[in-house]
Protein backbone atom coordinates (compact mmCIF):
# COMPACT_ATOMS: atom_id res chain seq x y z
CA UNK A 1 0.00 0.00 0.00
CA UNK A 2 1.03 3.45 -0.74
CA UNK A 3 2.86 4.97 2.53
CA UNK A 4 1.12 8.75 2.21
CA UNK A 5 -2.03 9.37 3.81
CA UNK A 6 -3.41 11.20 0.49
CA UNK A 7 -3.44 7.80 -1.48
CA UNK A 8 -4.57 5.26 1.83
CA UNK A 9 -8.11 4.11 2.31
CA UNK A 10 -10.42 5.67 4.70
CA UNK A 11 -10.62 3.47 7.93
CA UNK A 12 -15.00 3.93 7.12
CA UNK A 13 -15.00 3.57 3.16
CA UNK A 14 -15.61 -0.11 3.46
CA UNK A 15 -18.65 -0.63 1.95
CA UNK A 16 -19.76 3.28 1.57
CA UNK A 17 -21.33 2.83 -1.75
CA UNK A 18 -23.99 0.14 -0.44
CA UNK A 19 -25.08 3.14 2.51
CA UNK A 20 -27.97 5.64 2.28
CA UNK A 21 -27.19 9.20 0.93
CA UNK A 22 -27.95 10.53 4.39
CA UNK A 23 -25.01 8.49 5.79
CA UNK A 24 -22.81 8.94 3.09
CA UNK A 25 -23.26 12.50 3.67
CA UNK A 26 -23.04 12.48 7.60
CA UNK A 27 -19.54 10.83 6.52
CA UNK A 28 -18.55 13.35 4.52
CA UNK A 29 -19.27 16.08 6.71
CA UNK A 30 -17.10 14.58 9.23
CA UNK A 31 -14.46 13.87 7.09
CA UNK A 32 -14.19 17.34 5.96
CA UNK A 33 -14.30 18.84 9.70
CA UNK A 34 -11.18 16.28 10.22
CA UNK A 35 -9.40 17.80 7.37
CA UNK A 36 -9.94 21.11 8.85
CA UNK A 37 -8.96 19.72 11.93
CA UNK A 38 -5.48 20.19 10.46
CA UNK A 39 -5.16 23.92 10.29
CA UNK A 40 -4.35 24.24 13.50
CA UNK A 41 -0.71 22.45 14.07
CA UNK A 42 0.03 24.73 10.81
CA UNK A 43 -0.49 27.96 11.90
CA UNK A 44 2.67 28.92 12.47
CA UNK A 45 3.85 28.49 9.39
CA UNK A 46 0.69 29.95 7.82
CA UNK A 47 1.43 33.21 9.92
CA UNK A 48 5.11 33.20 8.31
CA UNK A 49 4.10 33.00 5.12
CA UNK A 50 1.68 35.99 5.21
CA UNK A 51 4.24 37.76 6.47
CA UNK A 52 6.78 36.63 3.58
CA UNK A 53 3.83 37.81 1.40
CA UNK A 54 3.49 40.93 3.05
CA UNK A 55 6.60 42.06 3.29
CA UNK A 56 6.84 41.08 -0.52
CA UNK A 57 3.96 43.30 -1.50
CA UNK A 58 4.87 46.26 0.64
CA UNK A 59 8.44 46.85 -0.91
CA UNK A 60 6.81 46.76 -4.66
CA UNK A 61 7.34 42.84 -5.39
CA UNK A 62 5.52 40.12 -6.05
CA UNK A 63 3.18 37.22 -4.48
CA UNK A 64 3.08 34.17 -7.07
CA UNK A 65 1.02 30.99 -6.92
CA UNK A 66 1.57 27.24 -8.44
CA UNK A 67 0.02 24.31 -8.65
CA UNK A 68 -1.19 20.96 -10.50
CA UNK A 69 -4.73 19.85 -10.65
CA UNK A 70 -7.15 20.08 -7.22
CA UNK A 71 -4.03 21.74 -5.51
CA UNK A 72 -3.97 24.28 -8.35
CA UNK A 73 -7.37 25.42 -8.76
CA UNK A 74 -7.42 26.08 -4.54
CA UNK A 75 -3.69 28.40 -4.89
CA UNK A 76 -6.15 29.67 -8.33
CA UNK A 77 -9.06 30.76 -6.89
CA UNK A 78 -6.94 32.27 -3.57
CA UNK A 79 -4.05 34.59 -5.92
CA UNK A 80 -8.10 35.96 -8.57
CA UNK A 81 -9.46 36.66 -4.87
CA UNK A 82 -6.79 38.97 -3.97
CA UNK A 83 -7.81 41.96 -6.38
CA UNK A 84 -11.48 42.21 -5.34
CA UNK A 85 -10.95 41.52 -1.81
CA UNK A 86 -7.54 43.46 -0.92
CA UNK A 87 -7.37 46.12 -3.89
CA UNK A 88 -3.77 43.72 -5.01
CA UNK A 89 -3.53 44.01 -8.64
CA UNK A 90 -3.47 41.02 -10.79
CA UNK A 91 -0.22 41.62 -12.52
CA UNK A 92 1.52 41.58 -8.61
CA UNK A 93 -0.22 37.99 -8.17
CA UNK A 94 0.95 35.75 -11.21
CA UNK A 95 -0.23 32.56 -11.23
CA UNK A 96 1.52 29.22 -12.96
CA UNK A 97 -0.74 26.17 -13.15
CA UNK A 98 -0.12 23.08 -14.85
CA UNK A 99 -1.41 23.00 -18.05
CA UNK A 100 -2.57 26.74 -18.80
CA UNK A 101 -5.66 28.05 -19.30
CA UNK A 102 -6.99 25.11 -21.34
CA UNK A 103 -7.06 22.89 -18.62
CA UNK A 104 -9.23 25.10 -16.50
CA UNK A 105 -11.83 23.80 -18.78
CA UNK A 106 -10.68 20.23 -19.26
CA UNK A 107 -8.38 19.24 -16.72
CA UNK A 108 -5.83 16.75 -17.68
CA UNK A 109 -3.59 14.63 -15.82
CA UNK A 110 -0.66 14.35 -17.87
CA UNK A 111 0.33 17.93 -17.71
CA UNK A 112 1.51 17.60 -13.90
CA UNK A 113 4.20 15.46 -14.89
CA UNK A 114 5.76 18.00 -17.43
CA UNK A 115 8.49 19.51 -15.85
CA UNK A 116 9.89 21.30 -18.95
CA UNK A 117 6.63 23.52 -19.18
CA UNK A 118 6.72 23.79 -15.51
CA UNK A 119 10.35 25.35 -15.99
CA UNK A 120 9.22 27.70 -18.63
CA UNK A 121 5.88 28.89 -16.72
CA UNK A 122 8.06 30.03 -14.15
CA UNK A 123 10.36 32.21 -16.81
CA UNK A 124 7.28 33.95 -18.17
CA UNK A 125 6.27 34.26 -14.86
CA UNK A 126 8.88 37.51 -14.37
CA UNK A 127 9.44 36.31 -10.46
CA UNK A 128 12.89 37.15 -9.25
CA UNK A 129 14.52 37.91 -6.21
CA UNK A 130 12.65 38.87 -3.27
CA UNK A 131 9.26 37.73 -4.65
CA UNK A 132 7.74 35.09 -3.41
CA UNK A 133 5.95 31.75 -4.66
CA UNK A 134 2.96 29.65 -3.09
CA UNK A 135 3.48 26.06 -4.35
CA UNK A 136 0.28 23.86 -3.39
CA UNK A 137 0.74 20.29 -3.89
CA UNK A 138 -1.45 17.19 -2.06
CA UNK A 139 1.16 14.55 -2.10
CA UNK A 140 4.35 16.85 -1.97
CA UNK A 141 5.57 15.43 -5.07
CA UNK A 142 3.59 16.12 -8.64
CA UNK A 143 6.74 17.21 -11.05
CA UNK A 144 4.92 19.73 -12.10
CA UNK A 145 5.09 21.87 -7.97
CA UNK A 146 8.93 20.53 -7.57
CA UNK A 147 10.17 22.15 -10.83
CA UNK A 148 8.63 25.10 -10.50
CA UNK A 149 9.54 25.50 -6.80
CA UNK A 150 13.11 24.31 -7.69
CA UNK A 151 13.22 27.11 -9.99
CA UNK A 152 11.70 29.77 -7.96
CA UNK A 153 14.58 29.00 -5.01
CA UNK A 154 17.40 29.06 -7.90
CA UNK A 155 16.19 32.24 -8.44
CA UNK A 156 15.83 33.82 -4.90
CA UNK A 157 12.39 33.65 -4.53
CA UNK A 158 11.01 32.83 -1.46
CA UNK A 159 9.09 29.49 -1.52
CA UNK A 160 5.56 28.62 0.28
CA UNK A 161 5.14 24.98 0.10
CA UNK A 162 1.60 23.67 1.32
CA UNK A 163 1.55 19.81 1.33
CA UNK A 164 -0.21 17.01 3.02
CA UNK A 165 2.40 14.54 2.86
CA UNK A 166 5.03 15.09 6.00
CA UNK A 167 8.62 14.99 4.66
CA UNK A 168 7.41 15.18 1.29
CA UNK A 169 10.02 16.50 -1.39
CA UNK A 170 8.10 19.81 -1.47
CA UNK A 171 7.91 20.70 1.92
CA UNK A 172 11.93 19.53 2.46
CA UNK A 173 12.72 21.93 -0.51
CA UNK A 174 10.19 24.84 0.45
CA UNK A 175 11.47 28.16 2.74
CA UNK A 176 8.34 27.73 4.60
CA UNK A 177 6.75 24.55 4.94
CA UNK A 178 2.98 24.08 5.59
CA UNK A 179 1.73 20.90 6.65
CA UNK A 180 -1.71 20.01 6.62
CA UNK A 181 -2.15 16.47 8.03
CA UNK A 182 -5.27 15.41 6.80
CA UNK A 183 -6.54 11.60 6.99
CA UNK A 184 -6.97 9.69 4.11
CA UNK A 185 -9.76 10.72 1.46
CA UNK A 186 -13.07 8.53 1.97
CA UNK A 187 -12.96 8.25 -1.75
CA UNK A 188 -9.23 7.17 -1.69
CA UNK A 189 -6.84 9.31 -3.73
CA UNK A 190 -9.37 11.81 -4.40
CA UNK A 191 -7.66 14.99 -2.80
CA UNK A 192 -9.90 17.39 -4.30
CA UNK A 193 -11.67 16.26 -1.42
CA UNK A 194 -10.29 16.97 2.50
CA UNK A 195 -7.02 17.66 1.50
CA UNK A 196 -8.51 20.56 -0.46
CA UNK A 197 -10.49 21.83 1.51
CA UNK A 198 -7.91 22.28 4.01
CA UNK A 199 -5.00 23.81 1.87
CA UNK A 200 -8.19 26.30 0.63
CA UNK A 201 -8.84 27.27 4.39
CA UNK A 202 -4.98 27.88 5.11
CA UNK A 203 -5.16 29.61 1.85
CA UNK A 204 -7.78 31.97 2.78
CA UNK A 205 -6.11 32.74 6.33
CA UNK A 206 -2.91 33.17 4.46
CA UNK A 207 -4.06 35.84 2.29
CA UNK A 208 -6.33 37.55 5.26
CA UNK A 209 -3.19 37.92 7.14
CA UNK A 210 -1.14 39.54 4.59
CA UNK A 211 -4.38 41.76 3.72
CA UNK A 212 -4.46 42.66 7.51
CA UNK A 213 -0.90 43.47 7.44
CA UNK A 214 -1.05 45.36 4.45
CA UNK A 215 -3.89 47.37 6.40
CA UNK A 216 -6.17 46.23 3.70
CA UNK A 217 -9.02 44.80 6.37
CA UNK A 218 -10.07 47.13 9.16
CA UNK A 219 -12.18 45.90 11.98
CA UNK A 220 -13.34 43.32 9.79
CA UNK A 221 -14.31 45.53 6.98
CA UNK A 222 -12.42 45.07 3.40
CA UNK A 223 -11.54 48.38 3.35
CA UNK A 224 -9.23 48.34 -0.12
CA UNK A 225 -12.14 46.39 -1.75
CA UNK A 226 -12.52 47.41 -6.00
CA UNK A 227 -16.36 47.98 -6.57
CA UNK A 228 -16.73 47.50 -9.82
CA UNK A 229 -20.13 46.26 -9.64
CA UNK A 230 -23.42 47.39 -8.20
CA UNK A 231 -23.30 45.00 -5.42
CA UNK A 232 -19.68 46.24 -4.35
CA UNK A 233 -20.69 49.37 -4.85
CA UNK A 234 -23.33 49.07 -1.82
CA UNK A 235 -20.61 47.55 -0.16
CA UNK A 236 -18.24 50.48 -0.41
CA UNK A 237 -20.86 52.65 0.80
CA UNK A 238 -22.20 50.45 4.06
CA UNK A 239 -18.14 50.52 4.87
CA UNK A 240 -17.24 54.24 4.89
CA UNK A 241 -20.38 54.53 6.78
CA UNK A 242 -19.82 52.05 9.24
CA UNK A 243 -15.92 52.58 10.01
CA UNK A 244 -16.44 56.21 9.80
CA UNK A 245 -19.52 56.31 11.74
CA UNK A 246 -21.71 58.53 9.11
CA UNK A 247 -25.46 57.58 7.50
CA UNK A 248 -25.49 56.07 4.11
CA UNK A 249 -25.58 59.73 2.29
CA UNK A 250 -22.37 61.29 3.75
CA UNK A 251 -20.91 57.60 2.68
CA UNK A 252 -21.41 57.70 -0.57
CA UNK A 253 -20.46 61.70 -1.55
CA UNK A 254 -17.10 61.06 -0.43
CA UNK A 255 -16.90 57.81 -2.38
CA UNK A 256 -17.68 60.39 -5.15
CA UNK A 257 -14.83 62.60 -4.11
CA UNK A 258 -11.93 59.64 -4.16
CA UNK A 259 -13.22 57.93 -7.21
CA UNK A 260 -14.83 55.09 -5.42
CA UNK A 261 -11.85 54.17 -3.16
CA UNK A 262 -12.96 53.53 0.36
CA UNK A 263 -9.65 53.95 2.59
CA UNK A 264 -9.64 57.73 1.68
CA UNK A 265 -13.37 57.93 1.87
CA UNK A 266 -13.31 56.94 5.21
CA UNK A 267 -11.10 59.82 6.38
CA UNK A 268 -13.11 62.06 3.84
CA UNK A 269 -16.20 61.56 5.59
CA UNK A 270 -14.73 62.58 8.56
CA UNK A 271 -13.85 65.92 7.43
CA UNK A 272 -10.17 65.32 5.62
CA UNK A 273 -10.11 66.86 1.85
CA UNK A 274 -9.69 63.76 -0.67
CA UNK A 275 -5.80 65.21 -1.12
CA UNK A 276 -5.41 65.44 2.77
CA UNK A 277 -6.93 61.91 3.21
CA UNK A 278 -4.26 60.26 0.17
CA UNK A 279 -1.11 62.06 2.05
CA UNK A 280 -2.14 60.43 5.34
CA UNK A 281 -2.69 56.89 3.75
CA UNK A 282 0.33 57.30 2.47
CA UNK A 283 2.14 58.51 5.39
CA UNK A 284 0.60 55.70 7.25
CA UNK A 285 1.37 52.81 5.19
CA UNK A 286 -2.03 52.33 3.81
CA UNK A 287 -3.41 52.06 7.58
CA UNK A 288 -6.55 53.57 8.47
CA UNK A 289 -6.12 52.83 12.66
CA UNK A 290 -3.44 55.46 13.30
CA UNK A 291 -5.80 58.04 11.43
CA UNK A 292 -8.91 57.09 12.57
CA UNK A 293 -7.38 57.29 16.42
CA UNK A 294 -5.88 60.82 15.43
CA UNK A 295 -9.53 61.92 14.63
CA UNK A 296 -11.00 60.87 18.31
Known sequence: MDPRPTEQRHPLAQGLHLRPAAQIGALFVQAQTDAIASLPAALPAVEAAAQAAAAALRRGGRLGYAGAGSSGLMALADALELAGTFGIPPDRTP???????????????????????????F?????????????????????????????????????????????????????????????????????????????????????????????????????????????????????????????????????????GAVKPAILVAQGRTPGDAEQALRQSGGHLAPLLAAEQ
Open 95 to 121: VLFAGGASALLQMRGDVEDDAEAAAED
Open 123 to 259: KRSGLSRGDVLVVVSASGSTPYALTVAQAARAAGVTVVGIANVASSPLLDLADIAVHLATPPELVAGSTRLGAATAQKAALNLMSVLLGIDLGHVHDGFMVNVQADNAKLVGRAARIVAGVAGVDDATAKTALAQTG
